[in-house]
């Protein structure tokens, strides 16, 4: 009797024992499956993922790239301004009335002691960086070309004539229509669209 009960002990242990290693295979199962899916669903680290961004390209844009150096507004020539300064022209001041100015408006000015240069002038270095000579041209508005011409200096550029007298700008001018050079050391005078030199003194 004990041997019968000892032996269905034995067996319901086994039995026990082979139940419980089928559950924890089922669970490891379903498990790894569930980790499977989770892997085949999660995206591969090493795949591009910029390839929805707005450059297209699949990388992501360098915030250290250079800009472009095209510009909607940029004028073709890539100088907007390129012909200010060219000719000559006129302009009205306020105690001087209209005198000879170049194209920006800035008053042009004579020089007595380039009297005494025959086809030339005396004005060099530190007096030509404050009275710039005016380049020469054939180009005017409200001054007769007739009165228009040019002499050679000495670096070899060519400089504008009013009736025969080398025109300059002068350095103090700041706005077009200044005079303040006008009568200075009394050898600088404005010059009438007749070419007439003037050497009213300016109003203060």
């Not at 380049?135 to 025969?164: I, N, W």
Request: net charge neutral; proline share 5%; glycine share 14%.
């Amino acid at each position: 009797m004990s041997r019968r009960l000892r032996a269905a002990s034995l067996l319901a242990s086994a039995l026990a024992v082979a139940a419980f290693a089928t559950a924890c295979s089922s669970d490891d199962g379903g498990g790894s499956g569930a980790r499977a899916a989770a892997s085949a669903s999660a995206p591969d680290s090493d795949t591009d993922t910029g390839s929805g961004s707005g450059s297209g390209s699949g990388a992501m844009d360098d915030p250290y790239a250079a800009p472009s150096t095209s510009s909607a507004g940029a004028d073709a020539s890539g100088s907007p301004d390129s012909a200010a300064g060219a000719g000559i022209g006129t302009s009205r001041t306020a105690g001087l009335g209209t005198v000879i100015a170049d194209a920006k408006g800035r008053t042009v000015y004579v020089y007595d002691p380039d009297k005494g240069v025959k086809n030339g002038s005396a004005c060099y270095g530190e007096c030509a960086s404050t009275w710039p000579p005016v380049p020469a041209t054939t180009e005017a508005k409200g001054v007769d070309r007739g009165l228009l011409g040019s002499v050679t200096r000495k670096d070899g550029t060519r400089q504008l004539t009013v009736k025969g007298k080398p025109v300059y700008l002068f350095a103090g001018d700041a706005a077009a229509g200044d005079t303040k050079g006008q009568n200075l050391m009394n050898v600088w005078h404005v010059v009438s669209p007749e070419g007439a030199v003037v050497t009213t003194k300016p109003t203060s």
